[in-house]
């Protein structure tokens, strides 16, 4: 997309300001929910050296002691902090800070509460899943 209104630009002449800011908001909706996915498929970073040569209980433990001191307070706090953002957001319909640009922003906006949530379920998850395990 950022190609294509490049080339649009500089080749034609022409371009859009609208396509240029749903390149920005698909990149910024797509990065962050790609957090939570990464930790749904276990691609956080671990120090592999370490882990690898401690027990599982072990690690069990420290997944749980990370969820409970790290991730949820973090992501709640993303959670509580940004609410009222959200809501005015929400409220007026904002959209783009560029004259002429695409409207919406509180769509993409809302797409980092929606991804501090899912992280915190998705953490829980995987404390159950591992103590079945």
Not at 87 to 107: D, M, N, R, V
Request: net charge positive; glycine share 12%.
């Amino acid at each position: 997309m950022v190609l294509v209104n490049v080339v649009l630009r500089y080749g034609f002449g022409t371009g859009s300001i609208k396509m240029q800011d749903l390149a920005s908001y698909a990149f910024a909706v797509f990065l962050i929910l790609a957090v939570p996915l990464c930790h749904a498929r276990g691609g956080h970073v671990r120090v592999e050296v370490l882990s690898e040569r401690l027990p599982p209980g072990y690690l069990r433990r420290a997944d749980a002691l990370a969820w409970a001191l790290f991730l949820t307070p973090v992501f709640g706090l993303i959670l509580w902090a940004g609410w009222g953002d959200i809501a005015f957001s929400w409220s007026i319909g904002e959209g783009s800070t560029t004259p002429g640009g695409l409207g919406g922003l509180y769509l993409v906006k809302t797409a980092l509460p929606v991804a501090a949530a899912l992280m915190i379920v998705q953490g829980l998850a995987a404390l159950f899943e591992k103590r079945g395990a």
